[in-house]
């Protein structure tokens, strides 16, 4: 895959999209969260309810190759993210936000500008609803991801700790997320 030019096509992703992708898009999020260095345990049942939620209350944007979904952007309105510490950031309008929950792009095409391209997308959709501010949360030790969205002008604002379960499917350990945020310029 990686040899090739990306050709990929961006779509939007709303309910229907969801519905006719929903297996690709499973798929996907375990291909993107449950592998490599940064892995975590996932159950299959979680990553369908989980995308079962963002379809229902947000959209996004899949990336199409050779009609093979090989990348993913999903949001919602940041009033959905219980664990968003509004308090210590008073200067986000939660209302007018929107919550980039989930990014993924096939480990094969990481690193070739399909999630900047993913991002980019997403957020000018989002600025025609009327969103005058994005907001995403990362481990912080993904530092791949983590340059990635300041190299899209997003600055950190806040931290939280989550509890993960590691592959094992059994042991606990903590994940430091880092919240950033991006105010829209017009």
Known sequence: ????????????????????????LVQLYLHAFTAGELAQYIPAETAIET??????????????????????????????????????CPSIPVNKATYIAE????SELRGRGLASELIHTFLENEKVKGYTDAVIRVWDKNTGALNLYKKQGFSEIAEIIQEKIQQDGMTVFQMNKIYLHKKFTI
Not at 103 to 106: A, Q
């Open 51 to 88: 995308l079962e939620e963002l379809s229902l209350k947000g959209g996004g944007v899949i990336a199409l190759r050779n009609e093979k979904i090989v990348g993913a952007i999903y949001g919602l309105p940041l009033a959905y993210d219980k664990e968003f510490p509004a308090e210590q």
């Open 1 to 24: 895959m990686s040899d090739e030019p990306l050709n990929t096509k961006l779509i939007l992703l709303d309910r229907a999209a969801f519905l006719l992708h929903r297996h690709e």
């Open 103 to 106: 990014l993924m792009v096939h």
